[in-house]
């Protein structure tokens, strides 16, 4: 989608998608839940801990970085990573709002 369609959208809306695009592979949903469950900076044991190559990691993890759920900081030769505790709760927020609100009860629907 262009930068001029994106603009039709309402910012919480785009940053919504953002987030759900950065949850939408299993793969960074799994980098997520280690993060999680680390609760510090973790750099190389990523890779240890799942089933993919070391760039297939660092793509996901720039993914998740772009969508601001994580942050990364140099540490000589290594990036370490971590939750980025505001932005999560910012997420946690987008998506209970936006599955708070309920459909319309209808007798038939299609």
Do not use: N
């Not at 370490?80 to 309920?102: G, H, L, P």
Request: a positive charge.
């Amino acid at each position: 989608m262009g930068a001029t369609k994106l603009e039709a959208f309402r910012l919480k809306d785009q940053q919504l998608a953002r987030y759900a695009k950065a949850l939408g592979h299993p793969a960074r949903v799994a980098i997520l839940r280690l993060l999680l469950q680390k609760q510090s900076c973790v750099c190389g044991d990523l890779v240890e801990e799942l089933p993919l190559s070391q760039s297939t990691v660092s793509q996901h993890l720039k993914e998740l970085k772009e969508a601001g759920l994580i942050q990364g900081e140099i540490e000589g030769p290594r990036v370490c990573y971590c939750i980025d505790a505001t932005a999560w709760k910012r997420a946690e927020q987008f998506f209970q709002t936006f599955f708070e609100t309920k459909p319309h009860q209808q007798k038939q629907c299609c």
